[in-house]
């Protein structure tokens, strides 16, 4: 099914904004800015932008009749083929600004929305996109498709092997089939669920971390600095939309699952969220989040609130959190990145793209992990070989002595392994 909600190659495009009576206008410009930056992303020409002050949203056209005059004028001299809103819209509205102005009328979500398809790799990012665009969509449809129902029908008026009913109109048939495909896509992202729940069920005993951050904060370059990956790092907004989990050997004998997964960003749309769950898991069930800033952007404070506030949407507010404070070579001035460390005395500060600080982080993960180690001795028979190949590779051995049946061994090994090890132990009421 095509559910293109623009056509973006080449596109010329005005941005609108509008400060109302408990904004400010700095933050109407900053969220501007941002706004020309996706719609760069998505490959759009912006030639020019607007905006109004009001109390309130006008509940026809958002912003007001006159300024709909304005932006028919300016569509005209600057050869606009699309205006996008900075905000969201009611599908009334958008229909009453598209009929007004004679252009596509997008607002932010659209936007996103159509960044995350052009950008989706894989299956199951493919579906992600595809069920937050349709669900995004099902409220907006007119006739726009028509198409769908000449695909879906066959003679005599039948749909999927139903018979359209009587005095339905194709307004109503347009909605069922979006809906049949809702409930399609659902059931196959259950499956890739399903899917991600096993692979997670076998990493249940290790040190799970995720990589969380606005986007374009530098999440991709740390990970793959951390993993020796060559995974995609661009500098676009929402360069990563799939989750990728890799291994990586801390100094100590710790190993640690760490997981990359999509940025976040201001006014990120409901929906949104709830499409890309199964991805997001990684991120509630990780036992530590690794939450990268990019301390060189103006409005870093605002970033980060953001992403705390993503963080409750998904429940995951109370995981241990790590601030890694990336692109120090990118800082004019050493004031912002004083301020942020005096909020958050135990971050770190680094440079993912240069390297700097790499060294630092792996030692605080260490350590971070290093907290629950327990020394325990063990009675291994030499049947249980794998199980001595299992410490020294999860643990650091101290002591080995090879006896007549059995080799006596003392490590120091991660409390969430001691479950596999209790039948080892020469006293293990020590460590119950």
Not at 188 to 195: D, H
Not at 199 to 210: K, P, Y
Not at 248 to 254: A, W
Request: overall charge negative; glycine content about 6%.
């Amino acid at each position: 099914m095509n559910l293109t909600v623009l056509d973006a190659s080449s596109q010329r495009v005005i941005l609108v904004g509008v400060k109302l009576a408990n904004g400010l206008m700095h933050e109407v410009e900053d969220s501007l800015a941002e706004l020309e930056q996706l719609a760069t992303t998505a490959g759009m020409r912006v030639v020019g932008e607007v905006i109004q002050t009001r109390e309130s949203p006008n509940p026809t056209y958002f912003i007001g009749q006159g300024k709909i005059g304005e932006l028919q004028t300016l569509i005209e001299e600057l050869h606009a083929d699309a205006v996008i809103f900075d905000d969201d819209l009611t599908p009334a509205q958008t229909r009453n600004i598209e009929a007004a102005l004679d252009v596509v009328v997008v607002d932010r979500t659209g936007l996103i929305l159509e960044i995350f398809r052009q950008r989706a790799q894989t299956r199951e990012a493919t579906l992600q996109v595809d069920l937050a665009r349709l669900e995004y969509a099902l409220p907006r449809l007119t006739r726009m498709w028509s198409h769908l129902s000449r695909q879906a029908t066959g003679g005599g008026g039948r749909i999927g092997g139903a018979m359209r009913g009587e005095g339905e109109t194709q307004l109503q048939t347009d909605r069922r089939l979006v809906r049949r495909e809702i409930s399609k896509v659902k059931k196959l992202l259950q499956n890739v669920e399903i899917q991600r729940r096993v692979r997670r069920h076998g990493r249940t005993e290790s040190a799970n971390v995720s990589l969380v951050g606005y986007t374009n904060a530098g999440k991709s370059t740390l990970f793959n600095k951390l993993t020796g990956e060559h995974k995609e790092a661009e500098d676009k907004l929402f360069a990563t939309l799939d989750s990728t989990t890799r291994v990586v050997k801390l100094p100590s004998h710790h190993r640690i699952f760490l997981s990359d997964t999509v940025g976040f960003i201001k006014k990120l749309p409901h929906h949104l969220i709830a499409a890309f769950k199964a991805t997001l898991d990684e991120v509630a069930e990780a036992k530590l989040l690794l939450h990268v800033v990019d301390v060189s952007h103006p409005q870093v404070e605002v970033q980060i609130s953001a992403v705390n506030e993503v963080l409750r949407e998904l429940g995951a507010s109370e995981i241990p959190m790590l601030m890694v404070f990336n692109k120090i070579d990118c800082l004019e001035d050493e004031a912002p990145l004083c301020l942020l460390r005096s909020r958050f005395p135990e971050s770190v500060n680094i440079s993912a793209q240069r390297g700097d600080g790499l060294d630092v982080l792996r030692t605080e993960l260490t350590n971070r992990f290093a907290e629950n180690d327990v020394e325990v001795s063990l009675n291994l028979p030499y049947s249980e070989g794998k199980k001595l190949d299992f410490v020294y590779k999860n643990g650091e051995v101290l002591e080995v002595d090879y006896q007549g049946v059995s080799i006596l061994v003392k490590a120091r090994v991660p409390e969430r392994y001691l479950g596999g090890l209790r039948q080892f132990m020469e006293a293990p009421e020590d460590y119950s």
